[in-house]
């Protein structure tokens, strides 16, 4: 299959998918969503393939959404869009495949979220994780059920309401990066991690990972779709758009 935002590589047992966007940061459209659906059912579907690396382009992992993705969008489309969103996330997080996400530069909003859905995290040393969307009235989704289990409630949760984002060192002395790398070594080392997921039994992994993330099921997809097609909707989060394209501080009303 032919993709246009990213890139499908297969060698030596290692899918690796690289999003190719770099002039906006392999900032995700909805051609990105449906594009990365079909790259990692591929992958899953390849009996050659037995690990899949996720990497960006560029000079960056993933920059989150394209700001105007759910621009002029009712609450009904936004949940739509969420539900089908978070079941990338969790369709990620289910393969049968053992995947591992080779983090450089940025992985901010939706990026921090698909880095998270992989099994193990390599991180560059220029890497850059962060939850931004509370500043510009929006919350991430996915990250709300995965992240606590990963870096415990409470760095979570400071994490969600600041925005504010945190260093590769950091996140791997929080728990969520397993390794920090040269970033000229990011590649080889994250090849190398799928080296050695690949060496243990596939149905090994398969079950391993089918009860690991037999977490989060449809109540709570339902509830985030719905609190987030709600601050979507919002005049705030409207707000928070004309602002980070016009460069200033939001000023938001809490409506």
Do not use: W
Request: with cysteine; charged share 25%.
């Amino acid at each position: 299959m032919a993709f246009e935002t990213l890139t499908f590589e297969k060698a030596s047992g290692i899918a690796t998918i690289t999003m190719n966007r770099p002039q906006k940061l392999n900032a995700l459209s909805l051609e990105s969503y449906r594009e990365l659906e079909a790259a990692l059912g591929q992958a899953e579907s390849d009996p050659e393939v037995r690990a899949i690396v996720l990497t960006g382009s560029g000079r960056g992992f993933c920059s989150g959404d394209e700001m105007d993705l759910y621009k002029g969008s009712s609450a009904p489309e936004a949940r739509s869009l969420m539900k089908r969103i978070m079941g990338l996330y969790f369709q990620l997080e289910r393969l049968d495949k053992p995947t591992v996400a080779a983090v450089h530069g940025y992985a901010l909003g939706s990026g921090c979220e698909l880095a998270l859905a992989c099994d193990v995290i390599i991180a560059s040393e220029v890497a850059i994780f962060g939850l931004p969307e509370a500043r510009v009235g929006l919350s991430s989704g996915y990250a709300l059920l995965r992240l606590p289990q990963v870096i415990g409630y409470k760095r979570a949760r400071r994490m969600f309401l600041t925005g504010e984002p945190m260093s590769a060192r950091e996140a791997r002395d929080m728990g969520m990066v397993h390794k920090v790398v040269l970033p000229s070594n990011l590649r080889e080392a994250a090849e190398d991690e799928a080296r050695r997921l690949m060496a243990v039994a596939p149905l090994s992994s398969t079950l391993i990972k089918g009860f690991l993330s037999r977490y989060a099921g449809s109540d709570e997809v339902e509830f985030i779709s719905q609190m987030l097609a709600i601050m979507m909707s919002s005049q705030d989060a409207t707000e928070g758009y004309r602002a980070f394209v016009e460069k200033r501080a939001p000023r938001f009303q809490g409506k």
